[in-house]
T-cell receptor, first 115, second 112 residues
Framework: GAGVSQSPRYKVAKRGQDVALRCDPI?????LFWYQQALGQGPEFLTY????????KSGLPSDRFFAERPEGSVSTLKIQRTQQEDSAVYLC?????????????FGPGTRLTVT | AQSVAQPEDQVNVAEGNPLTVKCTYS??????LFWYVQYPNRGLQFLLK??????LVKGSYGFEAEFNKSQTSFHLKKPSALVSDSALYFC??????????FGAGTRLFVKA
């Protein structure tokens, strides 16, 4: 079946613009994660959804970052008033179950460049 | 504080030789441990995991990893490396909550 898809794959934003990044998880996957990956680093956790409920948003770096998953499937990560330090690859992942023993399936990422 | 360390930025090995990519961790409670691989221009892929049971777990592409509780390590191994194994490898312990922490990654170069 289809894997996790993300769009757009590349996004260039001028500083101060708002951006919205989309994630389509694998059908039937309950859990959805967003990560930020800076160049040469491992992914950093941003937020976690179990179905439509956002159960952990401790990794969101500021109140400019907002995520939603209103119907428990597609998710959107929104960044308001983008700053240069927001430039990174944003990864979405989904997993079948709700426990932390389930492996995650990752999308290809959205590379955000803020100029 | 919960943490993960991959002490080697890069590992170089000749094709056909065994390889080891090291990982140590510090998490509370029983650890749930994962290895993921990132090939060039491709997304992160799950390789293997340890949840409970046998300390030696086997995964995709002939990889295996050994869980050592006393040393809090979960080293990734393969008996015979292939050039196609060249990639970026991440160790990722579960923290007991919803958050997974990822190491900084180890780049593996396999030379023909």
């Amino acid at each position: 079946g289809a894997g996790v898809s993300q769009s757009p794959r590349y996004k260039v934003a001028k500083r101060g613009q708002d951006v919205a990044l989309r994630c389509d998880p694998i059908s039937g996957h309950v859990s959805l994660f967003w990560y930020q990956q800076a160049l040469g680093q491992g992914p950093e956790f941003l937020t976690y959804f179990q179905n439509e409920a956002q159960l952990d948003k401790s990794g969101l770096p500021s109140d400019r970052f907002f995520a939603e998953r209103p119907e428990g499937s597609v998710s959107t990560l929104k960044i308001q008033r983008t700053q240069q330090e927001d430039s990174a690859v944003y990864l979405c992942a989904s997993s079948l179950g709700t426990g932390y023993g389930y492996e995650q399936y990752f999308g290809p990422g959205t590379r955000l460049t803020v100029t | 504080a919960q943490s993960v360390a991959q002490p080697e930025d890069q590992v170089n090995v000749a094709e056909g030789n065994p390889l080891t990519v090291k990982c140590t961790y510090s998490v509370s409670g029983n650890p749930y441990l994962f290895w993921y691989v990132q090939y060039p221009n491709r997304g992160l892929q799950f390789l293997l995991k340890y949840i409970t049971g046998d300390n030696l777990v086997k995964g995709s592409y002939g990889f295996e990893a050994e869980f050592n509780k006393s040393q809090t390590s979960f080293h990734l191994k393969k008996p015979s490396a292939l050039v196609s194994d060249s990639a970026l490898y991440f160790c990722a312990p579960g923290t007991g909550g919803f958050k997974t922490i990822f190491g900084a990654g180890t780049r593996l170069f396999v030379k023909a």
